[in-house]
């Protein structure tokens, strides 16, 4: 048999082999710890929809990892694809019982900065938060052109997104996170990956690890100061990672109103406060955020 007719496995794409789930139940389960189920399959629509149906039935720390998703699903309906064994796409189940239900919105932004600090500790990426639930790398470009000791200018690219559903008695937070797509597999113009941004590792258990300890803590934290993002430090962190702030940028809000200011802060909400000409601070609990200013000046 040829190369050529061999029938396609797990094994085809050695760039990308598949996840050690033994490997990774060591490292993530422990007595006393937050993840108590980890789960990898080979294939599957979404993982947060495959959680949800089963949140009846789930402890919190359930943790499903799916090596291809087909119709992972984002805000507003997007859906989110890509080659299998290319990224990280995962969700968890958390039941924060003890956290009064007006502060679970904060659950995305919490997510957002677990990544950004896991990723930068496993792949040495700097990633930044773009409000409410998307994950922005920096892809280095024109360097051929550039004088010996010039930093090359970067482009902002969407790496990844975070979703939360309510489920059950809890909250089912997914993750999609492209980690070796290549230029010519990218889904949009503005979509980035890991190994595009220069990560130093895209070992993906290595990430997964990285990002769920992380998650780990943070999600500890914040339970701790009884889902206080202020006294819990979250959102300090969240506004330090924010690449929102400081920018000018588009809110598209539910009613098909559309405000345009500047992004000036994160309140004790978790809502961003827009300045409008108008001189007045307006918060955006939901919608979609366009950055109209870019760091090349173009749109993100």
């Known amino acids: 048999m040829t190369p050529s007719d061999a029938p396609h496995s797990r094994w085809s794409d050695l760039d990308r082999p598949p996840l050690n789930v033994p490997a990774l139940r060591r490292g993530l389960l422990r007595p006393g710890g937050l993840w108590t189920a980890l789960d990898v399959v080979?294939?599957?629509?979404?993982t947060n929809s495959d959680l949800?149906?089963?949140?009846?039935?789930l402890t919190e720390g359930a943790v499903l990892v799916a090596e291809e998703q087909t119709r992972g699903r984002g805000r507003l309906d997007r859906t989110w694809t890509a080659p299998a064994r290319s990224g990280l796409f995962l969700s968890v189940y958390l039941t924060p019982g003890d956290v009064p239900v007006e502060r679970w919105g904060w659950l995305p932004l919490l997510t957002g900065v677990a990544a950004a600090t896991g990723l930068a500790r496993a792949a040495g990426v700097d990633t930044a938060l773009k409000w409410p639930n998307d994950l922005l790398v920096t892809i280095p470009k024109?360097?051929?052109?550039?004088?010996?000791?010039?930093?090359?200018?970067?482009?902002?690219?969407?790496?990844g997104g975070i979703l939360a559903e309510r489920a059950g008695d809890g909250v089912v937070i997914g993750m999609g996170l492209n980690v070796t797509l290549r230029a010519d597999e990218l889904p949009a113009p503005t979509a980035g990956s890991l190994v595009l941004a220069g990560?130093?590792?895209?070992?993906?258990?290595?990430l997964l690890r990285g990002v769920l300890r992380s998650l780990e803590h943070w999600y500890g934290r914040w339970r701790e100061a009884g889902g206080d993002a202020t006294a819990s430090g979250l959102q300090e962190a969240y506004a330090a990672g924010c690449a929102t702030l400081g920018r000018t940028v588009r809110a598209q809000l539910p009613g098909d109103r559309t405000l345009v200011g500047e992004a000036v802060a994160i309140d004790g909400d978790g809502r961003l406060l827009l300045s409008t000409r108008d001189g007045l601070q307006e918060p955006?609990?939901?919608?979609?955020?366009?950055?109209l200013r870019g760091i090349d000046g173009g749109l993100v």
């Open 199 to 206: 990560a130093v590792s895209t070992d993906r258990e290595t």
């Open 142 to 159: 024109g360097s051929d052109e550039l004088r010996p000791g010039e930093t090359p200018p970067g482009e902002e690219r969407k790496a």
């Open 52 to 57: 949800a149906r089963r949140a009846e039935g």
């Open 284 to 291: 955006v609990s939901a919608g979609d955020i366009v950055h």
């Open 42 to 46: 080979e294939s599957t629509g979404s």
